[in-house]
């Protein structure tokens, strides 16, 4: 990938630099030394591979200080990803091979090669077929067979034996006898204590790679961990600077009209108790202790639930249900009237004042004569709010519907539901809905915090994941199907956040929220293979769909297209007709793959889904994945991938800190205009404690106005994540947090609003010469100019991260603005400020226009086209 060879070229030519400075030492350096390469039990095997070199094997240096040069990637994040007893060995061919053990129950070890140590390629885990796990691999080359053989012994104490020729097809498990085992490792004595590994012959060059590696990295961490806590140390002494920012309208280019949306994940609790309107939590008696994993033993089918009086009990029954889908419900067995069946939602029901609220359910008389349910909305402070009745259904399942108008506002409200005769009656699918929904639609959407979603001017929404698009293992991957249609079909799962998706909010709602907010769809779709921190079926994702089961995946793929832009004769198209929209949802994306490890498995079945979408559905655009990080082998492999298969957008993931955003302006400056384009998927700045604050959100403003100067490349950025319930927040920082009655977007959300609502269709150069051009002050000021085509505004970004004030000089020669009007938004604070609004004023402009930044603040200028009204 050309952007790849742009950053090596870049880095290896510093320690070039490096190398040439300090040409008087070369000849002092030896031909060849000792390197040895280890692991530990340190941090539970989790630190990876080590080096440390030699002259004379007994004195020696530790490569820096245990730094990891390859970790594991299997299994979770925290539990997983353990690299036990590695052994690296150097094959003929100069290649180095590294395999290691796992964990102590699974019968998979794990390999990966590297050519020069320092940039290691994608990790497989071979599953063995014989012991009951695998520990102490150990690695051979037999020249005569041309194969290498591994050795490995099991937790019975037998050992086993495997070969291969090119670590990708392996020979059948043989038992050995333990003389047959021979491990290479030697003990060393480092100065943090003895360790056991492996000792190589290596010449200096090899090692001196690895330890400018380390150096480079621990420059480059310095870097990224400035803040502005340091600010009155590195810029002591700094007066306010001035700034002349000269526009070059002749250099303007073309950028992505699509370049600010939102990423919407079921994280946090954003779905169900959030911006899905739906106010009864598990509404169909579908929670089950494998959504928490066995960690909450209240975590069961009557969870929110509670019965109230006596005389009646309370039973969860599956033989009869509604739909297959929902197995379970309730049967209460009345004896004598009086008890009632209780929901407390989501930390309580709100309810306001006069509003209309629609209650549902199914029910079926069991035994005993149909009668009545009574039905009411009650607070523990104000007591009975709103109640109706609703008649029980003699003749099977059946829905029954009525209207609650509270006499007053509440936000501790529960729903309870009273038979009012004896007998058995089975209950079903609750349900309390707000009439005023976001645009008024059924089933639909919290009406506040979707318009504060809506009021960032989103150009796209990507949904419903993230993870949980692809799922904890091959069982949990999220299927669209399962989320269409009437509510009691949909089919409930555990997501995997580790709570309860009840599909309420499905892709109907996802393409219909998008077509309100007037924003693109871009739905995410697992690769054939589930989340890389999959912690269920065998960890990360060398377990796909079996390729026997990957054509009907893939035509559940074809099929969301037709759902989304067939006609109403197609038999999906005819689906969402029946949903209540005719006419198609204009689908042009496609996310296929997030985060993914990037391994043979992968591959195949991402090129197979790609393949199958351009032959069937050209007019889609594909959007692939680079993993989870701005580097390393994923993100490699993954380049490469999109360079080999000619896709069109790749989806790019950091989350740094705000060092990293501060330091690497230039990032997608470096790219190859050449290869595909990238969709910033998900992206954040991350100090210690996770605040989403001022400094956090001036350090992706900053980083923004370098993605708008690249918006040629950069196709759609959205940070991540979007939405957090406060009390139910498994990931922080977060855009938007809120709660049962309010909605608190934070500064963060300020910035993407600024620049969501100023968006851009061109992009005009600026030169900006500044008073004082230390590198540090240069890096903290950064400036945007775009111009919109429909209003023919010029909007100008400007960004101070600095402690002292900015003086701008705007020269618009040229522009025809003497006596334009323009709006000027300013957003400032402390840096540690988490609540802070952009003051707006008017200005009229003259040719050239002075603007003061003031310290650590975002201002935009908005200036309106002078024959626009």
């Known amino acids: 990938m050309g952007k790849k060879i742009i950053l090596s070229g870049f880095i290896w030519g510093i320690l070039s630099q490096a190398t040439v400075a300090g040409a008087a030492t070369v000849l002092n350096e030896p031909d060849s030394v000792n390197l040895l390469s280890y692991g530990t039990a340190k941090n539970n095997s989790h630190n990876g591979l080590h080096f440390a070199w030699s002259r004379d094997k007994k004195n020696w240096s530790s490569i820096g200080n245990e730094f990891s040069y390859l970790k594991s990637d299997y299994g979770r994040w925290g539990s997983e ?27 998979l070890f794990a390999h990966a090669s590297s050519k020069d140590l320092v940039y290691w390629g994608r990790q497989s885990y071979p599953e063995v077929k014989k012991g009951t796990n695998v520990l102490r691999p150990v690695v051979q080359y037999d020249a005569k067979s041309a194969q290498y053989t591994i050795t490995y012994t099991d937790a019975a104490g037998k050992y086993y034996r495997v070969t291969t020729k090119e670590f990708k097809t392996y020979s059948p498990v043989t038992e050995v006898s333990a003389a047959e085992y021979k491990s290479a490792n030697q003990t060393v004595a480092l100065p943090g204590g003895e360790v056991a590994g492996q000792v190589h012959r290596v010449a200096w060059p090899e090692v001196d790679q690895l330890i400018k590696t380390y150096e480079l990295k621990q420059y480059k961490s310095s870097q990224y961990g400035e803040t502005t806590a340091q600010d009155a140390q590195r810029f002591a002494g700094l007066k306010p600077v001035e700034a002349k920012i000269s526009l ?18 079921d994280l946090n609790y954003a779905a169900d108790g959030g911006l899905y309107a739906e106010l009864i939590q598990n509404r169909d008696f579908e929670y089950d202790p494998s959504d928490k994993e066995g960690h909450d033993k209240n975590w069961t ?102 209207v609650l108008t509270p006499s007053a506002q509440a936000a501790d409200a529960r729903l309870e539901v009273q038979p009012l005769s004896a007998g058995r009656v089975a209950l079903d699918m609750f349900s309390l809905f707000p009439q005023k929904t976001f645009k008024g639609r059924k089933n639909g959407l919290r009406a506040d915090l979707a318009q504060t979603i809506a009021d960032l001017h989103p150009r796209f929404v990507r949904f419903p994941g993230g993870c949980v698009a692809h799922g904890d293992g091959l069982g949990n991957i999220y299927h669209w199907k399962n989320t269409i249609g009437p509510l009691e079909a949909r089919k409930p799962q555990r997501n995997l956040w580790g709570y309860h998706q009840t599909a309420g909010l499905g892709y109907f709602e996802y393409f219909q929220f998008c077509e309100d907010v007037g924003a693109i769809p871009v739905p995410v779709v697992a690769a054939g293979v589930p989340c890389q921190n999959s912690g269920v079926g065998g960890g990360g994702q060398q377990g796909g769909i079996p390729m026997s089961e990957m054509g009907a995946y893939v035509q559940d793929i074809l099929d969301l297209v037709e759902y989304a832009n067939g006609s109403v004769h197609t038999k999906w198209g ?111 700045a991350h100090l210690p404690g996770r605040p989403n604050n001022l400094e956090t959100a001036l350090a992706e403003a900053l980083y923004l106005t370098s993605v708008e100067r690249n918006g040629d490349i950069v196709s759609m950025a959205s940070y991540a994540p979007l939405l957090a319930k406060e009390g139910h927040t498994q990931w922080n920082p977060d855009l938007i947090y ?80 003497a006596g334009a009007k323009a709006v000027k938004t300013v ?43």
């Open 248 to 265: 070059q309208a002749a250099n303007s280019k073309p950028i992505s009209d699509l370049l600010v949306g939102v990423f919407f994940e």
């Open 738 to 817: 809120f709660n049962n009655t309010e909605v608190k977007p934070t500064v963060g959300y300020e910035v993407q609003k600024l620049f969501g609502q100023n968006a851009g269709t061109d992009y005009l150069p600026s030169t900006v010469q500044l008073s004082n051009n230390q590198e540090a002050v240069r890096k903290r000021i950064a400036v945007s100019v775009v111009r919109d085509v429909k209003s023919k505004d010029l909007i100008v970004k400007m960004v101070n991260l600095l402690p002292v004030p900015v003086a701008t000089s705007l020269d618009l020669a040229g522009f025809n603005m």
């Open 81 to 107: 990803k353990r690299m036990m007893t590695p052994v690296v060995f150097r094959g003929p061919d100069g290649q180095w091979q590294c395999v290691w053990g796992l964990n102590e129950r699974e019968k």
């Open 827 to 869: 957003l400032q604070g402390n840096p540690t400020d988490k609540n802070l609004k952009p003051s707006a004023t008017t200005l009229t402009l003259a040719d050239s226009t002075n603007t003061e930044l003031p310290a650590y603040s975002c201002t935009v200028l908005r200036i309106k086209n002078k024959s626009s009204k």
């Open 301 to 402: 089918s009557t969870h929110s639930w509670s019965l109230k009086g006596d005389n009646t009990t309370l039973a969860i029954e599956t033989a009869a249900p509604v739909h297959p889908n929902n197995p379970h419900y309730a049967v209460l067995d009345t004896k004598v009237p009086g008890a009632a069946l209780a929901n407390t939602g989501f930390d309580g029901i709100a309810v306001k004042k006069g509003e209309r609220y629609t209650f549902s359910l199914f029910t079926k008389q069991l035994q005993g004569k149909a009668g009545k349910l009574q039905v009411r909305l009650v607070s523990d402070k104000l007591g009975v709010l709103a109640q109706t009745t609703v008649n029980t259904s003699a003749k099977g399942w059946k829905t029954a519907t009525a």
């Open 574 to 684: 005819k689906k969402r007709a029946e949903a209540g929209h005719p006419e198609p949802f204009n689908l042009k994306y496609i996310g296929v793959g997030n985060e993914d490890l990037i391994t043979d498995v992968f591959e195949e079945r991402f090129t197979m889904i790609y393949k199958a979408l351009q032959d069937k559905h050209p007019e889609i655009t594909v959007i692939g994945t680079v993993g989870p990080f701005s580097e390393g082998t994923d993100y490699v492999e993954g380049w490469q991938i999109a360079s080999k298969l000619n896709i069109p957008i790749v989806d790019e993931h950091y989350y740094q800190p705000p060092g990293w955003f501060i330091h690497n302006q230039d990032y997608y400056d470096r790219y190859d205009r050449s290869k595909s384009k990238v969709y910033l998927g998900e992206y954040a």
